[in-house]
């Protein structure tokens, strides 16, 4: 069983920066695909970034609305995956969520994740 605990949501001007974590319990953190999605009100959560398993970093792959802003990483340290988000708009506006998972399939299909945090809420004012 996994735990995921999110932090770093607020509210923010656009054109700001925010870094979001994610705090996994368990041992065996590095064997887990680990992603951020999002859901804005009244829309389907999306799929945001994901970071492959991996003894030390891990493999990338991100939404088109991302890339060039915003930045996973892993730390199989202290169990945590970030995401530096920056030049942030006012359509980031969304609660974000970390998810994890030890099974294929593809990265973006948020039904292929096992656990899921409780989301942090991320705010961009025009």
């Known amino acids: 069983q996994v735990q995921l605990v999110e932090s770093g949501g607020g509210l923010v001007q656009a054109g700001g920066s925010l870094r979001l974590s994610c705090a996994a319990s368990?041992?065996?953190?590095?064997?887990?695909?680990m992603a951020w999605f999002r859901q804005a009100p009244g829309k389907e959560r999306e799929f945001v970034v994901g970071?492959?398993?991996?003894?030390?970093?891990?493999?990338?792959t991100y939404a088109d609305s991302a890339k060039g802003r915003f930045t996973i990483s892993r730390d199989n340290a202290k169990n945590t995956i970030y995401l530096q988000m920056n030049s942030l708009k006012p359509e980031d506006t969304a609660v974000y969520y970390c998810?994890?998972?030890?099974?294929?399939?593809?990265?973006?299909?948020?039904?292929?994740?096992?656990?899921w945090g409780q989301g942090t809420q991320v705010t961009v004012s025009a």
């Open positions: 970071i492959s398993w991996s003894w030390s970093s891990g493999s990338t």
């Open positions: 368990g041992r065996t953190f590095s064997s887990y695909t």
């Open positions: 998810a994890a998972r030890r099974r294929a399939g593809a990265i973006q299909a948020g039904q292929t994740y096992d656990y």
